[in-house]
């Protein structure tokens, strides 16, 4: 496993901080990244919503680009 630079600057941020101030922040950052990405999960969602309605014929050509080549894909959430 190769520690990158911006590894080693978290580490040094989180080491600079009291250990319980540390762990609450982490713990918020994470919180408002696991929002961020429910969000973009919806997003997404409404998104293969839109793209048929939006597109036409495209489901019917059997075409492998644009949103309905994704379609696939599972969110879990």
């Known amino acids: ?5 911006a590894d080693i ?15 609450r ?3 918020e950052l994470l919180r408002a990244k696991e929002q961020e990405l429910l ?6 969602e409404a998104l ?5 309605l939006l597109g036409g ?4 050509t059997g075409s492998s680009t644009g949103p309905m080549a994704v379609r696939g894909a599972s969110i879990q959430g």
């Open 1 to 5: 496993m190769t520690v990158v630079k």
């Open 9 to 23: 600057l978290m580490y040094q941020f989180i080491a600079a901080i009291p250990e319980n101030k540390a762990m």
């Open 25 to 27: 922040d982490v713990m």
């Open 39 to 44: 969000k973009v999960k919806r997003q997404v």
């Open 48 to 52: 293969r919503v839109a793209a048929p």
């Open 57 to 60: 014929d495209e489901e019917k």
